[in-house]
């Protein structure tokens, strides 16, 4: 069983739209829980990170984390076009990070 | 947050050549890490390059595949050895620091090998 599952994608939305992207992860341990975006041909960038149940927020951006259930989840409101990018979901448990295998959006303007 | 750089940051190599990837800091940080991602897969952590001792590798690599080196606190080189066709990825050095928050994660702009 992986670490950290996503679903692949690719998600499309329209521009404007709400995008939610999921993540589960396998390790009830886990600490803490990051989204990165990564542009194709570009190396990972952070968004955000959360660590306590509930929901972050930071600008278009809101994670929301259920330890309960193992999963986070990263929403973006009024999606652009420059959004368009891999979102990879990391689970850092004991100063490892495991990645998950990143879910494509696509947002159409 | 920690600035990193990595040369070179592209190279073409013929299958059974070596080739080192150096990874600089601009601070002192404890941990480094190589990862390798694939085309179209995900990041897959190669070993942890700490200070003073001997990197810690993954499940999968070897050290004599993947020598690393880790001679001061800003500095760190991956040696891909005896390279094949399959070693062809993007390898990324990625350094824990002080963000906003907390610890996080900071990655080089990675080195994209082409093995033939």
């Known amino acids: 069983q992986k670490e950290v599952e996503q679903n692949s994608g690719p998600l499309s939305v329209p521009e404007g739209a709400i995008a939610s992207l999921n993540c589960t992860y396998s390790d009830r341990g886990s600490q803490s829980f990051f989204w990165y975006r990564q542009y194709s041909g570009k190396s990972p960038e952070l968004i955000m990170f959360?660590?306590?149940?509930g929901d972050k927020e930071d600008g278009r951006f809101t994670a929301q984390l259920n330890k309960a259930s193992q999963y986070v989840s990263l929403l973006i409101r009024d999606s652009q076009p420059s959004d368009s990018a891999t979102y990879l979901c990391a689970v850092m448990n004991f100063n490892k990070f495991y990645f998950g295998s990143g879910t494509k959006l696509n947002v159409k303007p | 947050s920690a600035v990193i750089s990595q040369k070179p940051s592209r190279d073409i190599c013929q299958r059974g050549t070596s080739l080192t990837i150096q990874c600089q800091v601009d601070?002192?940080?404890?941990?480094m890490f190589w990862y390798r991602q694939q085309p179209g897969q995900s990041l897959t952590l190669i070993a942890t390059a700490n200070q003073g001792s001997e990197a810690t590798y993954e499940s999968g690599f070897v050290i004599d595949k993947f020598p690393i080196s880790r001679p001061n606190l800003t500095f760190s080189t991956l040696t891909v050895s005896n390279m094949s066709p399959e070693d062809s990825s993007i390898y990324l050095c990625?350094?824990?620091?002080?963000?906003?928050?907390?610890?996080?994660?900071?990655f080089g702009p990675g080195t994209r090998l082409t093995v033939l």
């Open positions: 601070s002192q940080v404890t941990m």
């Open positions: 959360i660590y306590s149940n």
């Open positions: 990625s350094v824990e620091d002080r963000g906003r928050e907390g610890n996080e994660q900071f």
